[in-house]
């Protein structure tokens, strides 16, 4: 089953104009079924966002298909087996969908209509899996906003395995403890890095030591220079993290969700530089040097900073953008050592 990076196409058919033209300029697909709406769509977006609709059984893009009770499965059985599916269901949503998912191995060719964003939630998380993409209608332009947020959290981060090259000692530094508002769970950290291209997966406090009291809610995060993954793709300093900042937590699975900051921890700790390695892409991480600040193996378990040595495999996120602007990905040069 897949669970890679879910999509979001806008409904034309209910959509106003302005909803139409924002969710274009965003980057999102637009689907219109009804004739009207196909004419309307076409002087107010690129063709390039357009995406065909047929119904069954033409072959388009991807094929309409609606469910009005369990004799339609097997046309959306058959559809799905060799292209994409568009479902459109009068009654149940949820439960043809579980059935679809597991008899055809996974979601990727699927996609469903929602009425909601909460609806929509629910149909990307179909069976821990959900549908390749959801298509709507939405009335307000700042519901854009929310819907790119619920695709982030639906689609994981692709994490790799790295090789420790390099740990080094470097002295008393500011280090920066990420307290949330959240619990966060075994195997769940946050994406920390030296470089806006290199992050290392660092796990939170959330484990029992005969000498500490875990702390469920906080990721030692490491130097104040260090870069921290935000939602929206984008990155802050740890030195910009404050209470109210909003911050992914990400499992050893690259599953991720939106957590608020309740508190930013600063204080001088000795440090250590952890520098790792994934195919041609190399980066590091400014770590406090201590046995509660683990990084994330392959399989999930903790390695903690003041044990990892060169030759560990590690969990890390490369981006494939190097440069960042005001904590957004940019194409240009840099070079960050």
């Given at each position: 089953m897949?669970?890679?990076?879910?999509?979001?196409?806008?409904?034309?058919?209910?959509?106003?104009?302005?909803?139409?033209?924002?969710?274009?300029?965003?980057?999102?697909?637009?689907?219109?079924?009804?004739?009207?709406?196909?004419?309307?769509?076409?002087?107010?977006?690129?063709?390039?966002?357009?995406?065909?609709?047929?119904?069954?059984?033409?072959?388009?893009?991807?094929?309409?298909?609606?469910?009005?009770?369990?004799?339609?499965?097997?046309?959306?059985?058959?559809?799905a087996?060799?292209?994409?599916?568009?479902?459109?269901?009068?009654?149940?949503?949820?439960?043809?969908?579980?059935?679809l998912?597991?008899?055809?191995?996974?979601?990727?060719?699927?996609?469903?209509?929602?009425?909601?964003?909460?609806?929509?939630?629910?149909?990307?998380?179909?069976?821990?899996?959900?549908?390749?993409?959801?298509?709507?209608?939405?009335?307000?332009?700042?519901?854009l906003?929310?819907?790119?947020?619920?695709?982030?959290?639906?689609?994981?981060?692709?994490?790799?395995?790295?090789?420790?090259?390099?740990?080094?000692?470097?002295?008393?530094?500011?280090?920066?403890?990420?307290?949330?508002?959240?619990?966060?769970?075994?195997?769940?950290?946050?994406?920390?890095?030296?470089?806006?291209s290199?992050?290392?997966?660092?796990?939170?406090?959330?484990?029992?030591?005969?000498?500490?009291s875990?702390?469920?809610?906080?990721?030692?995060?490491?130097?104040?220079?260090?870069y921290?993954?935000?939602?929206?793709?984008?990155?802050?300093?740890?030195?910009?993290?404050?209470?109210?900042?909003?911050?992914l937590?990400?499992?050893?699975?690259?599953?991720?969700?939106?957590?608020?900051?309740?508190?930013?921890?600063?204080?001088?700790?000795?440090?250590?530089?952890?520098?790792?390695?994934?195919?041609?892409?190399?980066?590091?991480?400014?770590?406090?040097?201590?046995?509660?600040?683990?990084?994330?193996?392959?399989?999930?378990?903790?390695?903690?900073?003041?044990?990892?040595?060169?030759?560990?495999?590690?969990?890390?996120?490369?981006?494939?953008?190097?440069?960042?602007?005001?904590?957004?990905?940019?194409?240009?040069?840099?070079?960050?050592?």
């Open positions: 897949s669970s890679g990076f879910k999509e979001f196409l806008l409904l034309a058919d209910g959509s106003p104009d302005d909803v139409i033209r924002k969710a274009s300029e965003m980057g999102f697909k637009i689907v219109a079924l009804s004739s009207e709406a196909k004419e309307r769509v076409r002087g107010l977006v690129d063709p390039a966002k357009l995406v065909r609709v047929e119904e069954w059984p033409s072959k388009g893009e991807i094929t309409l298909v609606k469910i009005k009770g369990p004799e339609d499965m097997s046309v959306v059985e058959e559809t087996s060799t292209g994409k599916v568009l479902i459109d269901s009068e009654g149940w949503k949820i439960i043809p969908l579980e059935n998912i597991a008899s055809l191995g996974g979601g990727d060719r699927i996609y469903a209509i929602a009425e909601t964003v909460e609806e929509a939630r629910s149909l990307l998380g179909v069976l821990e899996v959900g549908v390749k993409g959801v298509v709507m209608p939405l009335k307000d332009p700042s519901e906003t929310e819907v790119k947020r619920m695709l982030e959290e639906a689609s994981p981060i692709q994490l790799v395995t790295a090789e420790v090259t390099e740990v080094k000692e470097v002295g008393m530094g500011d280090r920066v403890c990420v307290d949330t508002t959240s619990i966060l769970s075994p195997g769940e950290g946050m994406l920390i890095g030296g470089s806006a290199f992050f290392l997966l660092v796990h939170s406090e959330n484990i029992e030591s005969p000498f500490t875990p702390r469920e809610f906080r990721v030692n995060a490491g130097a104040v220079s260090n921290i993954l935000v939602p929206g793709g984008r990155t802050k300093y740890l030195s910009e993290v404050k209470s109210g900042t909003e911050v937590a990400v499992t050893k699975d690259g599953r991720r969700r939106v957590v608020s900051v309740g508190r930013a921890k600063v204080e001088r700790r000795p440090l250590v530089l952890v520098r790792a390695k994934s195919q041609d892409a190399e980066g590091w991480a400014v770590l406090q040097l201590a046995e509660t600040v683990p990084l994330m193996r392959p399989d999930g378990t903790p390695l903690p900073a003041s044990e990892v040595k060169p030759g560990d495999q590690i969990l890390a996120y490369v981006e494939k953008r190097k440069a960042r602007h005001f904590g957004m990905a940019v194409d240009e040069f840099i070079e960050e050592r």
